[in-house]
């Protein structure tokens, strides 16, 4: 079992930074791949960014490509996503994600969730 915390987010004007974390409970966080989904009013839940089991390997969508950075701190047991030059369209609410199958695009058959923070960027 695997419980997933997240934090970080809040309101920030557009073109502004947020970095959100993901902690990760139990002894067992290197054997899972890690994602962040989001979802925003009336949308469905979609991919952000993933990152494998190793953390040598990343995935972006390509809405956030060159903006957004995916990273894991094994110590601490930790996912972060750094995000920059935000635009009103990243409000949402964003999600961690844990599958020790590894993270893709599909939302479907995800084994972990955390409870979600929400991400504010006014124009």
């Known amino acids: 079992q695997v419980q997933l915390v997240e934090s970080g987010g809040g309101l920030v004007q557009a073109g502004g930074s947020l970095r959100l974390t993901c902690a990760a409970s139990?002894?067992?966080?290197?054997?899972?791949?890690m994602g962040w989904f989001r979802q925003a009013p009336g949308k469905e839940r979609e991919f952000v960014a993933a990152?494998?089991?190793?953390?040598?390997?990343?995935d972006y969508a390509d809405s956030v490509k060159g903006r957004f950075t995916i990273s894991r701190d094994y110590a601490k047991n930790t996912v972060n996503l750094q995000m920059n030059s935000l635009k009103p369209e990243d409000t949402a609410v964003y999600y961690c994600?844990?599958?020790?199958?590894?993270?893709?695009?599909?939302?479907?058959?995800?084994?972990?969730w955390g409870q979600g923070t929400q991400v504010t960027v006014s124009p």
């Open positions: 994600a844990a599958d020790r199958r590894g993270v893709t695009t599909v939302v479907i058959g995800i084994e972990y």
């Open positions: 990152i494998s089991r190793s953390g040598g390997s990343t």
């Open positions: 139990g002894h067992t966080f290197s054997t899972y791949a």
